[in-house]
């Protein structure tokens, strides 16, 4: 997707607290999820587990994120790709 700029997995796992901001990814796409850290219906403890890497190996552990709506909040969020 030529709209958003490409961010390798080094750069990606810089931003791993709230100081740094939160970045995670899914597929090849590029998340700042900051924003919705206090807003996460399962609190933001868990949703920082994730923080600075893949989202994969959470939702597959936490699979009510495997929805449409989940995804589509997800979305809102997108900075770029891998
Ligand atoms: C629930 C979003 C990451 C654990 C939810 C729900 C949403 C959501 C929308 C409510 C789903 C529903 O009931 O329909 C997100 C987003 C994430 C994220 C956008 C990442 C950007 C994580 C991670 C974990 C996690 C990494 C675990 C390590 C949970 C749990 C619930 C939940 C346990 C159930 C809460 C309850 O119903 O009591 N999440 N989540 N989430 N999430 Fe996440």
């Given at each position: 997707d030529p709209q958003f700029p490409t961010f390798t997995r080094q750069e990606v796992a810089?931003?791993?607290?709230?100081?740094?901001?939160?970045?995670v990814t899914y597929g090849s796409d590029v998340f700042d999820i900051t924003?919705?850290?206090e807003q996460h219906?399962?609190?933001?403890?868990k949703?920082?587990?994730?923080?600075?890497?893949?989202l994969e190996p959470f939702w597959a552990l936490y699979a009510m994120h495997n929805q449409e709506h989940v995804l589509e909040i997800l979305q809102g969020f997108k900075v770029g790709q891998l």
């Open positions: 810089r931003h791993h607290s709230e100081a740094s901001r939160v970045w924003d919705f850290i219906p399962g609190g933001k403890s949703i920082l587990l994730a923080a600075g890497g893949a």
